[in-house]
């Protein structure tokens, strides 16, 4: 069984500190995606990394993509409430199949 | 990317009954994919729907009580039938704009909620 894990599952912070949301398989994967999702909404892609080691930043995220491309992190700088939401990260597989984490439920407080 | 529409966005079911849930794309998409999202879970894929070819179910999901329908490149179907509290779930379309040619990102709609009473 192929399985994605997140961790941790749930996370309450103040706004100012600092984050990282980890997401690990003993699978390889072709690619690796995060989404953000609010209540009441779908997923939202933030990032597809593809090369292991790669690290791709966006605003105040970072990702980055494990050398031998079966882990991910998500680091969050100075969280801001706008961040809270649920992050989940899914592997893709060279035959197309596409799993999801658990998610991380991250909620920042004002 | 690719912007996803579904209807309804919502809905209260009495039990035994069926829902036809769809999903619009704003572009030709050959990918497109059904997922169930239970309350406080991750996303469980039901099936993959290419158009021209039948569904492809995953392990747990059968076409009598998901039936999907793909008539188009832009268009998909997937009812929830003979209903029971269990279903209550967020029910997501997604698709693929790169054909699982590039890095398998998906992009998804914004999901119907479905309570089964």
């Known amino acids: 069984t192929q399985l994605l894990e997140q961790s941790p599952q749930f996370l309450s912070i103040q706004e100012g500190e600092n984050l990282t949301v980890y997401c690990n398989s003993s699978?390889?994967?072709?690619?690796l995606q995060w989404y953000r999702q609010e209540p009441g909404e779908g997923p939202v892609l933030l990032v597809t990394?593809?090369?292991?080691?790669e690290v791709k930043k966006l605003k105040r995220l970072t990702f980055q993509f494990g050398d031998a491309r079966k882990d991910s992190s998500l680091h969050i700088t100075a969280a801001q409430p706008g961040d809270t939401g649920l992050y989940l990260c899914?592997?893709?597989?060279?035959?197309?199949?596409?799993?999801f984490g658990k998610g991380t439920r991250l909620h920042i407080l004002p | 990317s690719a912007v996803i529409s579904q209807k309804p966005s919502r809905d209260i079911c009495q039990r035994g009954t069926s829902l036809t849930i769809q999903c619009q794309v704003d572009?030709?998409?050959?990918?497109m994919f059904w997922y169930r999202q239970q309350p406080g879970q991750s996303l469980t894929l039901i099936a993959t729907?290419?158009?021209?070819?039948?569904?492809?179910?995953e392990s747990g999901f059968v076409i009598d009580k998901f039936p999907i329908s793909r008539p188009n490149l832009t268009f998909s179907t997937l009812t929830v039938s003979n209903m029971s509290p269990e279903d209550s779930s967020i029910y997501l379309c997604?698709?693929?704009?790169?054909?699982?040619?590039?890095?398998?990102?998906?992009?998804f709609g914004p999901g119907t909620r479905l309570t089964v009473l």
């Open positions: 997604s698709v693929d704009p790169g054909g699982g040619l590039d890095s398998d990102t998906q992009y």
């Open positions: 699978s390889v994967f072709s690619s």
């Open positions: 990394v593809v090369t292991g080691g």
């Open positions: 899914a592997g893709a597989y060279r035959d197309d199949k596409i799993i």
């Open positions: 572009s030709q998409v050959t990918m």
């Open positions: 729907a290419n158009q021209g070819s039948e569904a492809t179910y």
